[in-house]
């Protein structure tokens, strides 16, 4: 038997070059440059509050907060969210560049004042509805920068769950030892820093639900849960106790179950809501799965 011969080393060129499909499950919607490819309005509701999204991690962020302030009283944070279906491109219709130029989801536009306001990237957008109703955002200082900490140390760490962890382990064309092996003990790390910090409070800001939570949750507390890129056994997640404690606290939250429905397409039937304009449609939901 021959000697198994190392794999050949890709070795760029001075200059690169989008000149072949790059395969794995984005390659359709994957491109080096801006911009809309063609025209498409957006839908606009009744609501002020108009959401263009879909129930990725990133999507689901926002339609949680909505539905904890309709929860707790807010009747103005009434909203309707349309789907965005990003395999299809519905991201670069020129409607949806005009409120998000960078073409991901979620994208908002609050028209409750004399002028819309656009916001995109889903952080900007909680802080955004968080401060507009004074709530989910401690007042104080200190809880507020612990807050915004947490807040943020999510927006600069899911790119590497989601696009580095994920997209090597689930979506990539080919496996490559490497790149998982990099990412996964990236994984493994934010894990750790978020388990130390539960360990010792209830929540990331402390004695309060806040929305470094809702930010949280859906990308990490899913991945302790075993509800994303099926890697529970493969990054053992139960390992982290208090991750696992809090993600399962939240996940009961009447509120987080109905946010985690909206603009979703995927999984059971019956936990999909693809169109939220009101909030009879859980009603509708729920009695459709009862016929």
């Known amino acids: 038997m021959s000697e198994q011969q190392p794999a050949a080393t890709y070795v760029p060129p001075r200059v690169w070059q989008w000149n072949k499909p790059n395969g794995g499950t984005f390659a359709s919607t994957n491109r080096p440059i801006a911009g809309a490819t063609h025209e498409k309005e957006l839908p606009v ?3 002020p509050l108009q959401l263009y ?3 990725t ?5 926002v339609t949680i907060l909505l539905e904890e302030l309709l929860a707790r009283g807010h009747t103005d944070a009434e909203y309707d969210a349309w789907l965005i279906r ?4 519905d ?16 994208a908002l536009m609050d028209r409750s004042g004399p002028e819309p306001i656009r916001v995109f990237e889903s952080g900007a957008i909680l802080l955004h509805l968080a401060e507009k109703f004074a709530a989910f955002l401690p007042r104080d200082a200190v809880g507020r ?19 580095g962890f994920g997209h090597f382990y689930v979506y990539a064309p080919t496996r490559i030892e490497y790149a998982i092996d990099r990412f996964a003990m990236e994984a493994k790390r934010q894990l750790d820093v978020l388990d130390r910090r539960l360990a010792d409070h209830p929540y990331l ?16 507390g899913a991945l302790a849960q075993g509800t994303v890129y099926d890697a529970a056994e493969f990054l053992q997640v139960h390992e982290y106790t208090h991750v ?12 987080v179950q109905r946010g985690r429905m909206v603009n979703r397409t995927f999984g059971d039937p019956a936990g999909q809501l693809h169109e939220r304009h009101d909030a009879s449609d859980f009603l509708t939901k729920t009695q459709d799965k009862q016929q």
């Open 45 to 47: 509701g009744r609501h």
């Open 53 to 55: 999204s879909l129930a």
């Open 57 to 61: 991690p990133n999507g689901v962020k």
């Open 86 to 89: 990003i395999g299809q491109g």
């Open 91 to 106: 991201q670069f219709g020129s409607g949806f560049v005009g409120v998000n130029p960078n073409s991901k989801i979620p």
């Open 145 to 163: 920068a612990e807050c915004l900490s947490w807040l943020f140390w999510q927006v600069g760490s899911a790119p590497y769950l989601g696009g």
């Open 205 to 220: 800001a402390g004695d309060d639900y806040t929305i470094a939570d809702m930010a949280v949750w859906p990308w990490y």
């Open 244 to 255: 696992r404690r809090w993600a399962d606290s939240i996940g009961a939250r009447p509120a």
